[in-house]
């Protein structure tokens, strides 16, 4: 089985300014790691990926996010953020050999001026 | 390529009512995954249908169910509804390959209301 651990229900940050969304996971296995974004009212957009290869990720709108498996970490970064950013950001991973996936919790990314 | 579609967009029922709702996978995709997120509860597993058969089923009662038709398309089921299962309901479709590297896309999801 895995698990999923955002530490950070919320992230208030101003606009321009970098930001850290932390996510650690447990698993007994490999596992691939995926970051969703959730937009108020609406679904979940895939934001980025690691599912072998690189251990850095990257997605078009700015976002990275770097597979740490010694210290089971996926944690999302963007240097400069914008007010558009503000959203849901869920952590998720599923174990090689498995079908589904387990989220963590979500944390609330908010943007300011 | 349209994405996953999701209807209805919203649903009101009343306790001990029937919903369904309806899930249309991304062309291609054969698996279809159903998630239940709860306020406070996150995003839970419910249901996992590929090629027509239900694959695995997350920990819900059996009041919750399903199909896959023979167009992938999906149903979900809710029997006997509860306050508590007021929830989005989110579908997400991927190629199958269960196990491998596989990636869920996500539907817009159904706002389910129980009053």
């Known amino acids: 089985a895995q698990s999923v651990t955002q530490l950070d229900s919320q992230v208030p940050v101003f606009e321009e300014a970098p930001v850290e969304l932390r996510c650690n996971y447990s698993s007994s296995v490999s596992v691939y790691l995926f970051w969703y974004v959730q937009y108020p009212n609406q679904g979940l957009q895939l934001l980025l990926k690691y599912l072998s290869g690189s251990t850095l990720v990257e997605s078009i709108n700015g976002f990275e996010a770097e597979f740490n498996k010694s210290q089971t970490s996926f944690h999302l970064r963007k240097p400069s953020v914008h007010i558009s950013d503000t959203a849901e950001y869920f952590c998720?991973?599923?174990?090689?050999?498995?079908?589904?996936?387990?989220f963590g919790k979500g944390t609330m990314l908010l943007v300011s001026p | 390529e349209a994405g996953v579609t999701q209807s209805p967009t919203h649903l009101i029922k009343t306790r001990g009512q029937q919903a369904t709702l309806r899930c249309s996978p991304i062309s291609g995709h054969t698996s279809v995954y159903w998630y239940q997120q709860a306020l406070g509860l996150g995003l839970q597993f419910l249901l996992w249908?590929?090629?027509?058969?239900?694959?695995n089923r997350g920990n819900f009662p059996p009041r919750f169910s399903g199909r896959q038709f023979p167009n992938y398309s999906s149903e979900l089921n809710v029997n006997a509804l509860e306050l508590e299962d007021s929830a989005l309901y989110l579908c997400a479709s991927s190629w199958g390959d269960a196990g491998g590297p596989d990636t869920q896309y996500f539907g817009p999801g159904t706002r389910l209301t129980v009053l």
């Open positions: 249908y590929d090629e027509g058969e239900e694959r």
């Open positions: 998720a991973v599923r174990g090689r050999g498995y079908s589904t996936l387990t």
